[in-house]
């Protein structure tokens, strides 16, 4: 099951930190975190349940990802 993780700021930082995760060795996906007129919107980053915990850790190593 999948468990969000972090709620990135647009689809480029997602990405990244999906690509971040996965270099981990971690499983990663995104998916947007609702419709946005505004262009980009906000996207949410996903990781197994099983290895969430390691996945937040990583994400805040590499600088403040809540």
């Known amino acids: ?3 969000v993780i972090h709620i990135a700021a647009n689809r480029a930082q997602a990405d990244m930190l999906k690509s ?3 270099s981990e060795g971690l499983m990663a996906d ?3 975190a609702g419709i946005s007129m505004l262009g980009d919107g906000l ?3 996903m990781a197994l349940e099983s290895e969430a915990e390691e ?3 990583i994400l805040n190593d590499v600088g403040g990802c809540p």
Do not use: K, S
Request: aromatic share 14%; charged share 35%; glycine share 0%.
């Open 1 to 3: 099951m999948w468990t």
């Open 55 to 57: 996945a937040r850790e």
């Open 20 to 22: 971040l995760l996965e």
């Open 30 to 32: 995104i998916r947007p």
């Open 43 to 45: 996207f949410e980053v």
